[in-house]
């Protein structure tokens, strides 16, 4: 079945048209949060009597006349919310006058925001993303929520918490990131490039017996070019935000006592002198000033498996890679980064991921490397 999808998703790339159609029919059918407009007034008897809607600037701006407040949630089964969870944000809303009470051990993302939050956050961002990129909207709104209170720190990447809620990441979803690590059973793991971390818990839950994440100081560096700071249109994590969003996943993972995890904050260039047994590096090369450097560092600090991906190209029948014009990224083909990472003393190499799409002008590339 697997195979039939990707062949068929191959098939489809070779058509652009077509791609583009069947890309944005896929995007409407899963990418879907429903609101409702509700008084303060409202009973949960009268929430299951309304109506329910796609939320987007449309129905958002023929439904917000005559209310303040919207219950919004990404589930289409929102009449089915407990009761009791909707009384307890109502409350919030109503004898804390917040602007917005969220759910944050709801998977689905259950919140009730005021019209003045969405109205603002329209201005910016498209009403069918919400809520993505909630962390740079809720400064000077009042927020509170039940359960894990995680829309108060910076995210890189969204997944499941061990509450039940989603974090939300403007990285997106990082579950299939996660697949490639393995049991790792009396293994030691690096992730390079880790963000908050959560590579680091799920390895740890994966039995590692100890799992360190690197980042870069982004107060001081910038990975391409690491004396500058990032260019304005690519996110900036400080230091502070990093550290905090990992303070707040140590607690929610019950971490606190665990001594086998560390995160630092080390440049790829300048790595210390030890070795890993599996080492994760998700996001990375694209960015560098010098990736044929940073793969030399990967060798070194790898004792058995690495996993890389980066944003790739399609192979043609050279080794392959472009300078974007647009931000100066380096992007290789899967196969001038297998011939590489065997340049630098790799001995097995396989590309899991590939660049097929002619349609597209960078795709995601994923290769495991072993020693």
Do not use: W
């Not at 998977?107 to 993303?129: G, H, R, V």
């Amino acid at each position: 079945m697997n195979n039939k999808f990707l062949f068929i998703k191959k098939l489809i790339s070779y058509i652009p048209l077509l791609n583009k159609i069947v890309r944005k029919l896929y995007k409407s059918h899963t990418q879907k949060i429903f609101f409702i407009p509700i008084g303060l007034d409202y009973s949960f008897e009268k929430i299951k009597k309304s109506k329910i809607s796609k939320l987007n600037q449309k129905n958002f701006n023929n439904k917000k006349i005559g209310f303040d407040f919207f219950l919004i949630s990404k589930n289409k089964l929102i009449k089915k919310y407990p009761e009791i969870k909707f009384k307890k944000l109502m409350s919030l809303i109503k004898e804390d006058k917040c602007d917005i009470a969220y759910d944050g051990d709801d998977l689905y993302q259950t919140e009730i925001a005021s019209k003045k939050f969405l109205e603002s956050y329209q201005k910016k961002m498209a009403l069918q993303n919400y809520p993505d990129r909630f962390f740079y909207f809720k400064d000077g709104f009042k927020i509170a929520n039940i359960g894990s209170g995680h829309r108060s720190f910076n995210f890189n990447g969204s997944f499941i918490l061990p509450s039940g809620g989603k974090t939300i990441g403007d990285g997106g979803d990082v579950a299939n990131r996660l697949k490639f690590i393995p049991n790792l059973r009396n293994k030691t793991f690096l992730d390079v490039g880790s963000e908050e971390g959560y590579a680091v818990f799920d390895a740890i839950n994966k039995d590692a017996k100890f799992a360190k994440g690197l980042n870069i100081d982004e107060d001081k560096e910038y990975d391409y070019f690491p004396e500058h700071f990032r260019p304005a249109q690519i996110t900036s994590r400080k230091r502070k935000n990093i550290k905090e969003t990992q303070e707040f996943l140590i607690k929610e993972y019950g971490f606190e006592n665990r001594k086998n995890f560390k995160f630092e904050f080390e440049n790829i260039y300048n790595l210390k002198d030890e070795k890993f047994d599996f080492v994760f590096c998700f996001g990375v090369l694209y960015h560098l000033k010098n990736p044929y450097l940073a793969l030399e560092n990967l060798f070194k600090i790898t004792k058995e498996t690495l996993i890389i991906e980066t944003q790739g190209i399609k192979n043609d029948k050279y080794l392959n890679a472009r300078i974007s014009e647009k931000d100066g990224f380096i992007r290789h083909s899967s196969n001038s980064l297998a011939y590489l990472l065997k340049k630098v003393g790799f001995k097995n190499v396989n590309i899991i991921v590939d660049a097929y799409d002619p349609s597209m002008k960078i795709m995601n590339i994923i290769l495991k490397a072993e020693k």
